[in-house]
């Protein structure tokens, strides 16, 4: 009698394989949105404001501030009084993600294109000039821009799919082993702003930079040259393969192009400016690192911990008097450094969640920090005559540093909230 | 779902002991057990303490255990049992209770790219056993509960991509923006079914 209850608690053991284990997955997809270039040509052109939505490089030019919005187009904003700015025009530009200025010639990327707007009156600007095809390194994940068609947005789809599940095909791994194995499956008000640039002046994270009529563009591993001495038609002129890969930024100063990339920063001569050299070399671990430079040292910020890849957060002053052999000065331990701008004897870092700090880099040996403007995560900064503005993911801060001990933020243009 | 349940278990607990100096009649009972789980994703362990009061033919108590089917997790469940007839060899139980995760590694070893780890939280689920047993009587005290079952336990995963905003290669290409990331969420449902041996100490 016993025998035949406990045989009879085995038996469900023979339907187990008809029992199934089951996911019910939850997910979201992006579906593109194409146009022709024709179409996206067509789309350039000024519109009223409209909503920052993804803040990214940064140019002034005289009181104005461009402000790409990172695929989108170009926001002009009108910063005369910091304590007010007011975006007074948007220039729709898809695919726009790099920009630079040259007297009233904006020089924009539109996907693989380089197009040239004239901005002489920033409420009617007039499309100058498209290049086809001199930025073939921008990319969209699987899909290649060079078919003729661009993605002009993507369109987000939510998603909910259940199916059996079974070990091998699960996501994740976590460790699946038994007590044995039996199977195994501000308050300051400016009244004018005296920082305004008669040259435009970008963010130390711009890929554009301009010098001696040229236009140097970089890639992921090359250097572009454009000649803009017509200015509203630049022509492309060569590609410099360069020493390093994974570039982020380039910084011109001078006669000499700076640079920044995941594993250092090249120093390159542009003494001819259609074929620059490379001059000298700093290496260092991998992050990220933009950098500016002044007539004796380079400051390059380290920022690890990202997509950049390494652990370092710091600053690294180097030694550039002889360009040929820059050497490492001194290191300064920072919390997450991006984008970076001197001004005089002032350097401004943004430095993560921690803000915009102040330093006094009068003696590049004995760097001092002067004070640290909080509440913001900035990405980039441009510092002038006592003004700064940082772009952050939630707004465009205007700083007033005039004393630097007193560094504080004056106005903010808000960020469309996701 | 979480919270409910761990107010519940308290509720009983408190309850139950409460009982205990006022009905002289009720006596307690305490079990380890093991057992063996069987399902389409394979064969696993369980091992479980489960003790509380017993009244009559009824037991009513509390019960903790690890199990090892897929994903690790500590199921805590309240422990219904009837035992039938005078003998009361033959009986019948019922668990419900809340599975916490227990998994170990987190890391997600398809993406290399640096750093190499994403954020996976594992979310806890529901745990029900329901099944029959067998009573050997070992002793005065002590017997041997051989029972059978069937086991639900359900878990999940998320997702998290590290966020991939680049402040120098900026994109709105929906992989690359830290915006456009989303939660993958996976909700497992675990149907097994379990041979168990406990040995109940008194």
Known sequence: MQTKYLLLLLLPFTVASCMKDTVKESYSFFRPVYQTKDQVKAGIKNAPSVEIEKPGKIILKDHYLFLNDVDKGVHIIDIADPANPKKISFISIPGCVDMAINGNYLYADCYTDLVTIDIANPLQV?????????????Y?????????????????????????????SRNYFFERTGLFTLSSRGGFSASSFSGTASVAIAGSTARFGLQQNRMYTVSHDDLKVFNIAKADAPAYVNKVDLIQGNIETIFPYKNNLFIGAQGGMSIYSASNPDQPSLLG???????????????????VTLSGGSFCGGFSNQLDIVDIKNLFSPKLLKTYPLK????????????????????????NVADPSNVTHIKTVSGFDPHDVIAIQGYAIAV?????????????????????IEVKKN | MKNIFIAAICFLSTHLQAQT??????TSYLMPQIALIDGSSGTSTQIQLAGGLVKNNWHFGLGAGIDYYEMRSVPLFTDVRYHFGKEQKVFTYANVGYNFSWVQDTRDPRFILPPSSNAVKQTDGLYTDIGIGYTIKIGKRNSLLMSTGFSVKQMGEEYHPLPFSSWVWPSSTPWISSESTTVRKFDYTFKRVCFKVAYRLW
């Not at chain 1, 499309?127 to 086809?132: A, T």
């Not at chain 1, 070399?281 to 380079?298: I, K, L, M, N, Y």
């Not at chain 1, 993911?393 to 504080?408: K, T, V």
Request: charged letters at 20%; a positive charge.
């Open chain 1, 140 to 168: 969209y994940g699987a899909f290649f821009a060079d078919t003729g068609l661009v993605i002009q947005k993507w369109i987000r789809v939510d998603t909910t799919i259940s199916y059996p599940y079974s070990s091998g």
């Open chain 1, 126 to 138: 007039t499309v100058k000039q498209f290049l086809n095809g001199v930025f073939p390194h921008r």
């Open chain 2, 21 to 26: 100096g006022k009905i002289k009649k009720m």
């Open chain 1, 281 to 299: 070399q700093f290496t260092h671990v991998r992050s990220c690192d933009p950098v500016v430079a002044d007539d004796t040292h380079a400051y």
């Open chain 1, 336 to 359: 997450s450094p991006k984008g970076l701008s001197k001004d005089g004897n002032t350097l401004l870092i943004c430095d993560g969640t921690d803000g915009l700090k102040l330093f």
């Open chain 1, 392 to 412: 952050a993911s939630d707004g465009i801060f205007l700083i007033d540093y005039r004393q630097p001990i007193n560094a504080e933020i004056i106005g903010k």
